[in-house]
């Protein structure tokens, strides 16, 4: 097998894969059944998608949950101060 396509063809992308084409062909059925009826179509309800059973234990989703604390907060935002700092200082070195 093709070493580029090699990593398409896990059961997981081939799944994701046939539930955008089910997606689009429900998309474009609607849109079909629109112009029958004179109606705006309605869009359909997306093929259902399984979701990874740790994506609600590692990640923190934006807008859900217990918001971060000011402590967090003061803590992410320096974090992230220096690593622009460090990333400026490295592209100033380097000219």
Known sequence: MDPQAASWATAVRTNAILA???DALSSINANLMAIGSGKPAKKPKPYP???NKNDDENTRKIGQGQGMTHDELEAWMNRKRAEINEHDHSRDSSS
């Open 20 to 22: 955008d084409i089910y």
């Open 49 to 51: 998608r399984p979701k």
